[in-house]
């Protein structure tokens, strides 16, 4: 039987200040054999099945230890907490999550699926989507119409993850698409490094819209979302709770009187102090009912706290919902 999580961390870092030395010198000279390959891989695969690691020069210290969880935001978390554990850095040693990003890229070079690529040849089409603080890009290489759209897919990815980092990619980066043939406006990947530098620092990571629709019965719903916010960014909320109430006095069409959405605005109110941890998506209001949707830590004692409030509001029927959903499925039925 495998040993868990927590104790595949704890594994690490314990087993971590004898390893240290021996892999900072076949970084700087004895070379790596396979005996220490595979002692290093053992330990990461303890952590977990998914997670992949690199050493590579550091940022501030001499080298970098650096897991990749290879897009997956559950092995997101996983690597959050190994970095939550590490020790602190030093002049010779520093811990990354997730793959960083490297500017200079224009002589590197991979190979995918026996087609060697050339990083500094990569080009995208993109544009910047200011509602959602993220932008959108097509991506090209001459290698591409040799190669199938799944290689051309893990070629993309691969080369992203390289010069925005994964979590860059993770948080700034809306579609990705590979493209067999040039796209118009193609243009280097340094230019969209710069595009996402200057939407990052002006993002808020909070920019509502509001959407009207019908329901299949031909009602009117209206839908408020931030559709600015990122995963990456909270990455302890790991389920979607849902409040839904009922209004008191609807009009024909299911919808509150202004009186009655002042009152709503004012329950909105009450939930924020007790769901600290939490963070708001937005809310529903349709058919009778307004549906307020939140993204929190499974263990949050916000469970509790809402226990509590539902029982003071019983007028409103409400009820909630806690469901474990680490991926934000219920976040992208809305996209």
Known sequence: MGIGVTEGIAGFWKWWPAARGRI?????????????????????????????????????????????PKGDPVV???????????????EIWEYHPARRGNAEMGEAR????????????????????EGREVVN??????????????????ATFLM????????????WLGGIEPAATPPVGARPIAELRAAI?????????????????????GRPLFVTLNFALKRIDHLACDSHVVIDLGLLRPDE??????????????IEDELAPLLTDAVYFGRETR????????????????KARLTAWASSHRDRDPRVAWTEDPRWTARDRFL
């Open 24 to 68: 900072q010198g076949a970084i700087e000279g004895g070379g790596f054999d396979d005996a220490l390959v595979e002692e290093i891989a053992g330990r990461v695969a303890q952590i977990g099945a998914d997670v992949d690691w690199e050493l590579g020069p550091g940022s501030k210290a001499r080298h970098a230890f650096c897991l990749s």
């Open 76 to 90: 997101r978390k996983l690597t959050e907490r190994w970095l939550r554990a590490a020790p602190a850095p030093d």
């Open 110 to 129: 991979m190979e995918i699926g026996g087609v060697e690529l050339a990083l500094g040849e990569f080009v995208a089409a993109f544009e910047v989507d």
């Open 137 to 154: 890009a097509t991506c090209f290489h001459p290698a591409f119409p040799r190669m199938s759209e799944d290689l051309r897919g893990t």
């Open 160 to 171: 992203l993850d390289g010069a925005l980092g994964e979590d860059g990619v993770e948080r």
């Open 197 to 217: 530098q200057t939407l990052a620092g002006t993002a808020t990571g909070e920019r509502f819209a509001v959407m009207r629709g019908q329901d299949t019965e």
């Open 253 to 266: 069409n299911g919808m509150p009187t202004n009186e009655e959405a002042e009152q709503l605005n004012t």
């Open 287 to 302: 058919a009778g009912r307004r549906v307020l949707h939140y993204f929190a830590p499974g263990d949050s004692p916000g």
